[in-house]
């Protein structure tokens, strides 16, 4: 069990750090919708 806990909590450290590193999956994880529609003329751009 012991083993089990410290294994969950390297597991969330780990995550928590890379959301902190990457603010911009929170944006697009609580504002898919507007990302999309941004993303979605630039990729068009692109090509």
């Known amino acids: 069990m012991k083993k089990e806990r410290r294994w969950l909590k390297s597991v969330l450290a780990a995550s928590e750090t890379v959301e902190v590193r990457l603010p ?15 993303a979605a003329p630039k990729a068009l751009a692109a090509r």
Do not use: G, L, M, Y
Request: proline share 7%.
């Open 24 to 38: 911009w999956q929170r944006s697009a994880r609580s504002k898919p919708e507007a990302v999309t529609s941004q």
